[in-house]
Structures are given as structure tokens and as C-alpha cells.
């Protein structure tokens, strides 16, 4: 079975602070996706990476970048934390073969910036 | 553009009682359609997908879909629903290229004793 394992499942931080987001996948995934999820708003996605070093923007980039220097990690950065970024945040990871092959998640990491 | 709506924001139904959820999309080409569930706390986990073939998909845990192209749907449907299965249910449509998965908002399923 695949594993997508995020790092912390809640996480509290203040205001200004940068924040890091680890993820891990264990099934050699080309892409990784990082996706913030809110009550009424479903999934929106932040960023997707096809291969190490390399990233797109997604839906609302702003206030995040995203860094991956191994195949297996994808991290998301808050450059400087705001209150309007509490939420959950979630990881994925595909097999690079087309739209057929499912995106796997990790459980989540619940953040709260006070 | 891509979309998909899911039209119930929260439906309750009687354990041991069949279920039925809706999931429209909006896309240009051939569809690859998934069903998500999605636990309190807990990341998405796949129930089902499709891509060609058989238009009735078998999934996990007793679910299964029907892709129907004339209207656009990709119901999610379960026999006799057990309160194990109380939990939010996503419906998503990918791009060809698999870099983009749109999901619907979600329904979020109640099971009464």
C-alpha cells in the first residue's frame, strides 16, 4: 500500500512565523500535491510537483512555496503565517501515467495560526 | 472547465438502508472520475474510480458507481449502509495529464440507529 505520511497532525504557530509542512511517500510518485482543505470550500490546490526541483502553482499559491529536493519529500512553506491560513492542510502523491492514476493522501496536518 | 457538483451538502440515512449520492461533472474529454471518503480527522482514502470500460465500477467497503455520459453523473451507491460509513464522501475528476484533480465539496453522510 502506498504511505503519504505528513509530519504533525496539528500544529500551532503565531502571526509572522515561517512555517514548514513535511510530507513523505514512500511508493517512488513522481507527483506530489499539496491541497488546504475548509469547511464549505471542499479542496483547493496550493501547488503540485511533477519531478524533484520542479513545481506549478495551483489554484491559491499565494502566502506558500513549496520545495522538493528528493523525489520522496515535499515540503510547503508559510513565509510569514497570517490567521487566514488556519486550516488543514493535505499531501498526495501520483504515479506520473495520466489522469486514470489516483492521487494518495496522508491523514492531514490541522493548523492553527494564532 | 472542469467542475463537479455534488448537490447534497448532508444527507442522513437509516443503517441497513440503501444510499444514493450525486456527483456531476463538467469536463470536454473522456472523464477520469473518483469517489473519495474522507473520516473525521482523517485524510481521503480511494473508494472507486473510473476511466473506461464497464460503467458500473466496483470499490471498496461495498460501494459502487455508475458513469452515466448523457448525464454527466457519477453516483455513488451502497446497498445497506452501515454507521461504520458516517464520514464525508468526495467526488473528483482529474485532466488527462493527472496534474489536476477538481474535487466537488463534498457530502457528508449521517447514519441513524
Known amino acids: 500500500d502506498v504511505k503519504v505520511t505528513q509530519s504533525s497532525r496539528y500544529l500551532v504557530k503565531r502571526t509572522g512565523e515561517k512555517v514548514f509542512l513535511e510530507c513523505v511517500q514512500d511508493?517512488?510518485?513522481?507527483?506530489m500535491f499539496w491541497y488546504r482543505q475548509d469547511p464549505g470550500l471542499g479542496l483547493r490546490l496550493i501547488y503540485f510537483?511533477?519531478?524533484?526541483?520542479?513545481?506549478e502553482k495551483g489554484d491559491i499559491p499565494e502566502g506558500y512555496s513549496v520545495s522538493r529536493e528528493k523525489k520522496e519529500r515535499f515540503s510547503l512553506i508559510l513565509e510569514s503565517a497570517s490567521t487566514n491560513q488556519t486550516s488543514m492542510y493535505l499531501c498526495?502523491?501520483?504515479?506520473?501515467?495520466?489522469?486514470?492514476?489516483?492521487?494518495?493522501f496522508g491523514d492531514g496536518t490541522r493548523l492553527s495560526i494564532l | 472547465a472542469q467542475s463537479v457538483t455534488q448537490p447534497d451538502i448532508h444527507i442522513t440515512v437509516s443503517e441497513g438502508a440503501s444510499l444514493e449520492l450525486r456527483c456531476n461533472y463538467s469536463?470536454?474529454?473522456?472523464?477520469?472520475l473518483f469517489w473519495y471518503v474522507q473520516s473525521p480527522g482523517q485524510g481521503l482514502q480511494l473508494l472507486l474510480k473510473?476511466?473506461?470500460?464497464?460503467?458500473l465500477v466496483q470499490g471498496i467497503k461495498g460501494f459502487e458507481a455508475e458513469f452515466k455520459r448523457s448525464q454527466s453523473s457519477f453516483n455513488l451507491r451502497k446497498p445497506s449502509v452501515h454507521w461504520s460509513d458516517a464520514a464525508e464522501y468526495f467526488c473528483?475528476?482529474?485532466?488527462?495529464?493527472?496534474?489536476?484533480?477538481?474535487f466537488g465539496k463534498g457530502t457528508t453522510l449521517s447514519v441513524s440507529s
Open positions: 469536463y470536454g474529454a473522456t472523464p477520469y
Open positions: 511508493m517512488d510518485h513522481e507527483n
Open positions: 510537483s511533477y519531478d524533484v526541483k520542479m513545481k
Open positions: 498526495a502523491s501520483s504515479l506520473a501515467q495520466g489522469g486514470n492514476q489516483p492521487q494518495h
Open positions: 473528483a475528476v482529474s485532466n488527462q495529464a493527472g496534474t489536476a484533480l477538481i
Open positions: 473510473y476511466f473506461s470500460g464497464d460503467t
